[in-house]
């Protein structure tokens, strides 16, 4: 590891230093200590241990009963938004790390303890070159909510329309950098000093990570993502898109229209709602998922119930554009030859499909799997009262293909947990919900 000490006098370096001693002490602390001895960083470790003492998570002391799994969970929540993002990232990519962990990473919590009000408001004058009053004539300084990457403030415009202000974590950007270094010297070193972690391609993994965690930071794009969604869906029923406030958004900030609503997370638990209300609720959220995917190939990637809120006119909401997915129409006729050649219980046909999607068109791999996939259709024709649903099929699939050592593009990820979510969200409302049934037309129209 190159430690240049005229680095260390650098407002950059000393952060980097501090970063350096912070990750290693956690991951000591945790009980993984072998990956610094492993690494050769375990000097650098003893050493800045001697002088400064070590850095001891203040939740490290629960760790002694938690699996391996846990402790992964544990230390990216240790350390901050950068390895908390880089864990839920991970938590979609059953292709690069083990079911276990995925499973674990998917408890990753997105609300964390806001940062000053006084933190924020400065931001957004700089941001926008003005003091708040005149930007604003009102602005809660309450937090609405709080997350790994920003804020959400409350605000009125001069034209009397209430907005959400999304604050970007001050200094964050920085704190993203100096970790991303971080986190591909010490890739490099393990894919040098732990051969059996080549497979998973540690290097690859940051490379991915850091282009797609730049691309978050930049509220821009988000902006971008609410306005295309807006268009998508103009003058259609049922659905109500955010309108953007362009002139009060940069890389920082994110301002947006302040809608009031229940969240489905609300709604799942509400027992004053009949079975008529509820199954119409699933079948406008599987409907306008499956519209996104297969009509217009962008698509919310993270429907979860927290993230789609019902409106007092019976229209849904979706919120937090942060993760969508983009797919092109080969990939979009691609999962409808899936959904066609299963229905029609090919498994030759899906086979090859599979094997096409992870961009591949080796036919012995093929043939390898079609048992295995001919089984799985069994169990899909052959299911009952929704034991064994189309999405399950298609996890079922995608585990497959991990097998195998193929990996799918990341936008058919998304696809396969935004379908996953959005199934599991319609079946809690209503679980006599028949999610193939709304999601087979769909497909078809694109055969």
Partial sequence: MRMRILGLLTRKGRLRFKRYRRILSTLASYGF?????????????????RIFGRAAPHRARFAGKANTWERIRMVAEELGPTFIKLGQILSNRPDLIPKELQKELEKLQKSTPPFPSEEAMRLVEKELGSPISELF??????????????????????NGEVAAIKVQRPGLHELVEVDIDILRELAELIERYIPQAQKWGPRGIVDEFEKGMFQ???FRREAAAIQRFSDQFAGQDGIKVPRVYRE?????????EFIPGRPLSEVLDDASLDTEQRTRIAEQGADLTLKQIFTYGFFHADPHPGNILLLEDGRLCYIDFGLTGNLIQRDLEVVSDLLTSILSRDEQKASRVVVKLAGSRDLAIAQSIEREIAELIERFQNAQGGQFSFTALLAGLVEILVHK???????????????????????????????????????????
Avoid: N
């Fill in 33 to 49: 200590d072998e990956i610094a001895y492993q690494t050769g960083t375990g000097k650098f470790l003893r050493l800045v241990s």
């Fill in 248 to 256: 009060h958004c940069t890389q920082k900030l994110l301002s947006m």
């Fill in 216 to 218: 978050e930071l930049d």
């Fill in 405 to 447: 050592g193929l990996r799918l593009p990341p936008d058919l990820f998304l696809l396969v947990k935004s379908l996953l979510t959005i199934e599991g969200v319609a079946s809690a409302l209503d679980p006599e919900f028949d999610f193939t049934a709304h999601l087979t037309p769909f497909a078809e129209k694109l055969v």
């Fill in 137 to 158: 004539p009102e602005f809660d300084e309450t937090p609405l909510a709080a997350a790994s990457i920003a804020q959400i403030h409350r605000a009125v415009l001069f």
